[in-house]
Structures are given as structure tokens and as C-alpha cells.
């Protein structure tokens, strides 16, 4: 409801063929995925996609053409790497996805108690499960460099998933955690703006 698409009333030309989607996830972060299987999608459909220790769940953001002009600004290739969707998301792989969802504000917390007592510099600042519920991704910010290898060791055992750790900056941290601009309106970086342009240290600190 943030973000206006201009661009909803217009149809796709049959001429484009083009098979990769880009797909959304928690946090604004955008993937691409080959629809290997031509499968019928509109945009908001839920699918489950591969990643390379299971499967998630993604929303569709973008097909077509314009799908091959964001590849090339930026700098992505279309080669083998570039994984496959499976299905559209059914009802049972939705529940699933909510239960492993549920999971990530307890665990948050839970992380930030074993950080103090660890006494490690850093922030825990968002928590993402995979749909599968076998693997979560740690975002944290930190000012120097952190040795986290026993952080881990602990996060996997209390939790019995593999885990990823993965530093994030302040303005990459806003683009998660959202909130409201100066300007009264949500957050870009959290609604639409993808990439972040370099900023003055002076700019950075006003942020």
C-alpha cells in the first residue's frame, strides 16, 4: 500500500519471453529466479524458490523485460547460477513458512541475551528463517571487526538450525527495521529504494 504501480493496468507483451522473475523477501531484499517451468504468475504471487541448503518463500516483484534491465544495472548475469522456482506457494507451504516466521522475534531475543553474555560489540538487529525452517540468517551491525565462531556454535545448539551471520550497515539496518522519515512518509529504503548511493560522512551522521 506504500508504493504506487503505475504500470498495474498494462499487460505483459506475448512477445516477452523472458523466464527470469524477481523476487522479494523479508527485509526489501531482491532475488532472481528462473521460471524454468513458464508458470502463470502476477506480481504479489507467493512461490517457493531454491536456495542452496533448501527451499523459501519469496513474493514475485517484477517479470518481463524489465526484469533483464535490472539484471544489467545490476551487473548480474544470466548463467547457471541462477537458481530455479519450483511451484506457486500452496496453503500447507504458507503454514509452514508462518511457523518458522513465528519463530524469529523469540529467537531474536534469545540471541541478544546470549551476545551479552558472550560480551561481544555488536548488534543484533533482525532474524530471518527460512521457509523450510532449517537454516536462519543473523543481521547484525558492528562498528570493528567480531569474532563470532563460539557465537555460532551456541546459536546452533540452542536453536538446532544452521546458521548464517551476516554484518549489515546502519542504513541497510533502517531499510529492515523501517520507520518514518523526516519527511512524515515511511521509509525509501524500506518500501522501494533498492540501492544505496555514496552519502557524505556528514549526511551519514544527520541520517
Not at 131 to 145: I, L, Q, W
Not at 162 to 179: H, K, P, T
Amino acid at each position: 500500500m506504500n508504493v504506487f504501480d503505475w504500470l498495474s493496468h498494462m499487460g505483459i507483451p506475448e512477445v516477452d519471453n523472458f523466464d527470469i522473475v524477481e523476487v522479494k523477501f523479508k527485509g526489501g531484499r531482491k532475488e532472481y529466479y528462473r521460471n524454468v517451468d513458464f508458470l502463470p504468475l502476477n506480481t504479489g504471487d507467493p512461490v517457493v524458490v531454491d536456495v542452496p541448503s533448501g527451499h523459501h518463500i519469496g513474493y514475485v516483484s517484477l517479470q518481463g523485460e524489465l526484469v533483464r534491465l535490472q539484471m544489467q544495472k545490476r551487473k548480474i548475469r544470466d548463467d547457471d547460477q541462477i537458481l530455479r522456482i519450483y511451484r506457486v506457494a500452496n496453503q500447507k507451504d504458507m503454514e509452514k513458512w508462518g511457523e518458522a516466521q513465528n519463530r524469529e522475534i523469540p529467537t531474536l531475543y534469545r540471541c541478544r541475551q546470549i551476545v551479552d553474555e558472550y560480551g561481544l560489540k555488536m548488534k543484533m538487529s533482525d532474524i530471518e528463517y527460512q521457509a523450510d525452517n532449517s537454516k536462519a540468517t543473523f543481521y547484525y551491525s558492528a562498528d570493528d571487526r567480531v569474532d563470532f565462531r563460539e557465537l555460532i556454535k551456541a546459536l546452533a545448539g540452542e536453536f538446532r538450525i544452521r546458521v548464517e551471520m551476516r554484518q549489515i550497515s546502519l542504513r541497510q539496518e533502517a531499510g529492515r527495521l523501517g520507520g518514518i522519515g523526516v519527511c512524515g512518509r515511511e521509509l525509501c529504503c524500506s518500501t522501494w529504494l533498492v540501492d544505496f548511493k555514496n552519502v557524505s560522512t556528514s549526511a551519514a551522521r544527520y541520517q
